[in-house]
């Protein structure tokens, strides 16, 4: 039964994990850019949900869609008025940029909010169902059904609108796209934020299962980077199954050689899939 416990662990964390990866996968699969921010983002968008609940008494799962907005504006200025200048540039000039930009935006977050641990504690939580000896926290499988959801959205948006439309033929084929008629920039700028939504949503999310401080910015970004390398760079259903897989193999590798090693054990696996299959699981080799 312990160990049906941790599966239902494992996924529950994995869902989580999946939306926090999502928006920096699609960024790197479309932008070509390595986008250091992503952590920052998701640790505004938990401040977001913090104060929207302690100020305004809204639910953090009602910040998603506040938190997403106000985060895909911010990512939407500064990829059209800064990384856009410099897209096309090598890698290393475009991940010094948003290290630039990240050192910023985290060191002004230190000076708004200081560097105190904070987390949501619900005044009316959900509470725990047990399902034949096993126990699931209702926060955290509404959390992860919000993620998913959050996932599938913009998973349908690629598929069904113009503008995602525009998106996957900008990914595939940058001059082509242009060739076509399609605003490379403009096209640039939506993706990125759309990454940055994602990122405000999953810090929304999170917010009310992990105590965030400016300081987890960097945590978030290791744990993107595992789950793409996973899960395959540039796919949003890539990101799902990364994200399940790191949140599996942290609660089973919690379970076998401790919770401090999990985090180890996670990037242990990475270096492994670097030179197994560097790819990932549904990403493709151009990636």
Not at 36 to 60: E, N, Q, R
Not at 83 to 108: D, H, M, Q
Not at 197 to 202: F, I, K, L, N, Y
Request: aromatic share 8%; glycine share 12%.
């Amino acid at each position: 039964m312990i160990y049906l416990q941790f599966l239902v662990n494992g996924l529950l964390l994995g869902g989580l994990y999946a939306c926090i990866a999502a928006g920096f996968s699609l960024v790197w699969g479309v932008l070509h850019i390595i986008n250091i921010l992503h952590g920052a983002f998701i640790v505004l968008g938990a401040y977001i949900a913090f104060y929207s609940y302690t100020l305004l008494g809204i639910h953090p799962f009602v910040s998603v869609i506040s938190a997403g907005l106000i985060l895909g504006v911010i990512g939407y200025v500064m990829q059209a008025t800064l990384i856009n200048r410099v897209v096309t540039k090598s890698v290393l000039i475009t991940l010094t940029l948003t290290f630039g930009l990240e050192l910023i935006l985290n060191n002004a977050m230190l000076l708004a909010f200081t560097a105190d641990f904070r987390k949501v504690v619900l005044q009316n939580p959900l509470g725990n169902a047990s399902f034949g000896g096993v126990f699931v926290p209702l926060d955290r499988l509404a959390a992860m059904v919000l993620s998913l959801l959050v996932i599938a959205a913009v998973g349908i948006t690629l598929k069904m609108t113009r503008m995602g439309r525009a998106i996957v033929a900008v990914r595939t084929d940058r001059e082509a796209a242009s060739l076509m008629g399609v605003n490379v920039a403009r096209t640039y700028a939506l993706t990125f934020a759309i990454g940055a939504m994602m990122a405000g949503a999953a810090g929304s999310l999170m917010s009310v299962i992990f105590p965030v401080s400016p300081l987890t910015g960097h945590l978030f970004l290791g744990k993107a980077f595992v789950i793409c390398v996973l899960g395959g760079i540039g796919s949003v259903a890539g990101a799902v199954i990364g994200g399940l897989a790191l949140g599996l193999i942290e609660s089973f590798g919690g379970l076998v050689f401790g919770p401090e090693n999990a985090l180890i054990l996670s990037f242990v696996l990475l270096l492994v899939l670097l030179v197994v299959r560097p790819q990932g699981i549904m990403g493709k080799k151009e990636h």
